[in-house]
């Protein structure tokens, strides 16, 4: 990934963490934990966890719901020329990085 890319990839992150900090009813915690893009920057998907976990499914359909919403707020406070299609998915990665942790802490020490 190009130094342009990783620049894009840190704006979209920290905008949509402030976008959706601000719109959510807080009856969740949304972390936006990384944005991937595809299609030469054409997509970006943006991963998050939520808690609690039986909050993930209504999270990401409301964030679905607000991406238009959201799209227009990096055009106006970001300089990015081609603002990419957004998607909202869980970040799995983390979920399975957060449970190695957990197990890893129940394994006895020597």
Known sequence: MNQRDTKIREMIRELAADFFSRESNRR???TITDVELRSRGGTAVILVTVLPENQEESAVEFMGRQLT???EYVKDHSKIQRIPFFLVAID???KNRQRLDEI???IPQD
């Open 104 to 106: 890893s802490k129940k």
């Open 92 to 94: 799995r990665g983390e």
């Open 69 to 71: 919403d959201f799209k």
């Open 28 to 30: 969740s915690l949304i």
